[in-house]
């Protein structure tokens, strides 16, 4: 079998010109993996539809006995007997071939969808804003549906991590109102959901293992943005120089665009930037009439969550509700200052001996960085504690000077070993989270570096280096997420 082009998925053709039926053409629908944060909302959304729902999961979980609980058929452990009854089987990239439900389902010729083939089904009638980007998109994403429910829509949503204030990541909204979707390029899937709106948050060089190179990215960013209804927007930052030449690109195919920037020159410009403590802000001024706000129009832009990066991802959130949907600006902004936030992004875990443990899920160079700046505007002039796991050895060889130089910005840091997901060591004998500690260190910042045996043992290596006053970050897309609770319990424990 020849090797398919960089970028192109072997298994699902997500370019294709047919659209994937309606929900209700799908038949009763088998997910493989269902217990996961993406494929259970995915399952809640056919539920909703009245769609029969059945699936299976490795594990039992609290998850899977809540599908239970809510009409799913589901089963713990995989078997080529739970798709027998199944018109269409949704799996995503991770699930292989050799699976035994995947198996029956190719034998047996049932559709087989990816995941957001299945998203895609649900989005008939229904306008789609659809969030991409290598950084920010999660947050965007929640933002945008935050914005949209403050100007008095009812939207649904499949993103990548539960809002704090529903404590879920999918939800089916009123019949026919928009749909926000957080768009994955990883896989290159990003490219079936036809959105009204498609926000690009920033086009930078990752997933490599899947694209090969920066161009073979930026090429299918602007494949995403050949995918936006006619009569549709595009609304993209002109600060960031992929998303500023994917502006150009769409303009020159005659596409609708927005820009956001510091640049005079963007559509609509950032002034006055501002991050303190655990919020941030800023001037938002309109150079053109977009939607219901007119040319000259100046609004501040204030927002309960830290970083600069926090203020560009909520400017992207008004331009999708405010021109691409045209909805009335005041409400958006009061929803905006109210954003209670997104799991895993920038998220409180708790206080303990006089330390505060925040957890965050980048795990990208440029994710990385914003998060440490993010947490010394947040300590306002505390020291920053940083645990980073590494995620994918390719990404760590890829970048490991740009995870350096965000890594830098802290005053101690605690390095766990790479979690290497869907790659081993055996195939990266060279890659190890060592390299990063050698980077930070020839930086020239005085950073404590200390390198981590394992994941049990962070938790009580954080806690010999903490001190009273600290703000901790848990860091990474991997299980450290565990890290961050162990401590507050070890400074409980802890004498006093």
């Known amino acids: 079998m020849s090797t398919p082009p960089r970028g192109v998925n072997p298994r699902f053709d997500f370019a294709s010109p047919v659209p994937v039926p309606p929900a209700e053409e799908l038949g009763p629908v088998h997910l493989i993996a269902i217990g996961g944060s993406g494929m259970s909302g995915v399952a809640r959304m056919f539920l909703d539809r009245g769609i029969p729902v059945s699936g299976s999961d490795r594990s039992d979980s609290a998850t899977l ?16 007997a739970h798709v027998a009854g199944a018109g269409t089987v949704v799996i995503s990239s991770a699930i292989p071939e050799s699976n035994p439900e995947l198996a029956a389902a190719r034998t047996a010729g049932l559709r087989v969808l990816h995941r957001a083939q299945g998203i895609a089904s649900l989005l008939h009638g229904r306008d789609a804003v659809a969030v991409a980007g290598a950084n920010g998109k999660t947050t965007t994403s929640a933002m945008t549906t935050v914005a949209l429910q403050a100007a008095g829509a009812d939207p649904g949503y499949v ?24 768009a994955d390029e990883s896989d290159g899937s990003f490219l079936v959901y036809r959105p009204l709106v498609a926000v690009v948050t920033n086009v930078q060089p990752d997933h490599l293992d899947f694209y090969g190179d920066a ?10 943005a050949a995918t936006i209804r006619p009569g549709g927007l595009l609304v993209t930052n002109a600060d960031d120089p992929g998303a500023a030449r994917l502006a150009a690109t769409v303009r020159e195919r005659g596409g609708r665009v927005v820009t956001w920037g510091t640049e005079p020159a963007s559509d609509v410009v950032l002034s006055d930037l501002v991050t303190e403590g655990m919020s941030s802000g800023a001037t938002v001024t309109f150079t053109r009439t977009l939607g219901p706000v007119v040319e000259g129009a100046q609004v501040r832009l204030a927002l309960p969550v830290p970083g600069l990066h926090s203020v560009h991802n909520a400017t992207a959130a008004l331009l999708a509700a405010v ?21 895993r992004r920038f998220e409180l875990v708790g206080h303990a001996g006089g330390v505060e443990v925040v957890d965050d899920y980048a795990h990208n160079a440029p994710k990385v960085a914003a998060v440490v700046q993010a947490a010394r ?18 990404r760590t060889r890829d970048f490991a000077e740009g995870f350096a130089a965000g890594l830098a910005q802290a005053d101690v840091l605690l390095l766990l070993p790479v979690y290497g997901a869907r790659e081993t060591q055996a195939d990266f004998p ?9 980077l930070v260190r020839a930086s020239g910042y005085a950073v404590d570096v200390h390198l981590a045996r394992d994941l049990a043992s962070a938790p009580e290596q954080l806690r010999e280096l903490v001190r009273p006053g600290d703000l901790v970050v848990t860091v990474g897309a991997g299980d450290i997420t565990t890290v961050g609770p162990r401590l507050l319990e070890l400074l409980e424990d802890a004498p006093r």
């Open 430 to 438: 060279d890659v190890r989270s060592e390299m990063l500690g050698d």
């Open 159 to 182: 993103i990548g991590a539960p809002l704090a204030g529903t404590g879920t990541n999918a939800a089916p909204g009123a019949p026919g109102s928009p749909m926000v979707v957080e």
């Open 323 to 343: 021109a691409g949907l045209e909805l009335p600006i005041e409400p958006v902004l009061e929803g905006l200052a109210r954003f209670p936030g997104a799991h």
């Open 65 to 80: 006995r809540s599908l239970e609980a809510e009409g799913a058929t589901v089963h713990v452990g995989h078997d080529a």
């Open 377 to 394: 505007s947040a300590a306002q002039g505390r020291r920053v504690v940083v645990a980073f796991q590494p995620h994918l050895f390719s």
């Open 215 to 224: 161009e073979t990215v930026e090429r299918a960013y602007a494949d995403f």
